[in-house]
C-alpha cells in the first residue's frame, strides 16, 4: 500500500515561474517529511526536511508548506531555473521505523 | 563529505544468472539500504542493514537477497536473474540519530539490464 502519494508525475514549467509539486500521506504517525532532488545519473539528495510543528520551512528559494489537518505537504520552487531540472522526490518517516517511505517522484523541467 | 559507491554504473546480464550489486560507504554509517527506482514507481526499498551481519525486509524482496560482512560493505545478489529485475539499483546509507535514520545518501546507481 502506497503510504505517500505523490503528484503530478512530471511538470514542465518556464523559467521564472513556480513549480509545485504536491505529497499526500496517510499515516498520522509520521512526523518527519524530507524532500530529495536528483539530477540525472545521480544519485537522491536531501534537499529540505520539516517537522509536523512547523507550517512552512524556506531553504533559499525552495519552501516546503504543511498542512497537518489535511495531511499533505508541498515543495514550492521560487524564480525556477534550468538547473532546478531534475526529479523530485517527497518522503515521510516516523519515530522507531528503521525507513523512509517514499512517493512516486516528480520529474521537472524548467523551459528556459 | 559522504561518498557512496557502487561498483558498477551499467551492468548487461543475461536471464538466470547470478548478479552481485556492490555498494561501499565511507562515513562508518550503521544503516544501508538497497532501493530499485523504475518510472512511475518511485524508489522501492528492498532491503536494508542496520548493522554488520543484520538485515530487513523492505517493501519488495522477492528474488533478492543481501550480504552485509563488514560495516562499509552492502551488497544485492539476484540469485537467478529475469527480465523483470532490469532497473536502476540505488544503494544508501545513514547514520541512526534520536530513533530514526537520518539523512540518507546515495550512491550513483547501477542500471541492471536483464536481457
Known amino acids: 500500500q502506497q503510504q505517500v502519494k505523490q503528484s503530478p508525475q512530471s511538470l514542465i514549467v518556464q523559467k521564472g515561474g513556480i513549480p509545485i509539486i504536491n505529497c499526500a500521506y496517510e499515516n498520522t504517525a509520521f512526523d518527519y517529511f524530507p524532500w530529495y532532488q536528483q539530477f540525472p545519473g545521480k544519485g537522491p539528495a536531501l534537499l529540505i526536511a520539516i517537522r509536523p510543528d512547523v507550517s512552512e520551512k524556506k531553504e533559499g528559494r525552495f519552501t516546503i508548506s504543511f498542512n497537518k489537518s489535511a495531511k499533505q505537504f508541498s515543495l514550492h520552487i521560487m524564480d525556477s531555473q534550468p538547473g532546478d531540472s531534475a526529479t523530485y522526490f517527497c518522503a515521510a518517516s516516523k519515530k522507531g521505523a528503521q525507513k523512509l517511505v517514499f512517493g512516486q517522484g516528480t520529474r521537472l523541467t524548467i523551459n528556459p | 563529505d559522504v561518498k557512496v559507491t557502487q561498483s558498477s554504473r551499467y551492468l548487461v546480464k543475461r536471464t538466470g544468472e547470478k548478479v552481485f550489486l556492490e555498494c561501499v560507504q565511507d562515513?562508518?554509517?550503521?544503516?544501508m539500504f538497497w532501493y530499485r527506482q523504475d518510472p512511475g514507481l518511485g524508489l522501492r526499498l528492498i532491503y536494508f542493514s542496520y548493522d554488520v551481519k543484520m538485515k530487513e525486509k523492505g517493501d519488495i524482496p522477492e528474488g533478492y537477497s543481501v550480504s552485509r560482512e563488514k560495516k562499509e560493505r552492502f551488497s544485492l545478489i539476484l540469485e537467478s536473474a529475469s527480465t523483470n529485475q532490469t532497473s536502476m539499483y540505488l544503494c544508501?546509507?545513514?547514520?541512526?540519530?534520536?530513533?530514526?535514520?537520518?539523512?540518507?545518501?546515495f550512491g550513483p546507481g547501477t542500471r541492471l539490464t536483464v536481457l
Open positions: 562515513m562508518d554509517h550503521e544503516n
Open positions: 544508501a546509507s545513514s547514520l541512526w540519530v534520536a530513533g530514526r535514520p537520518d539523512t540518507q545518501y
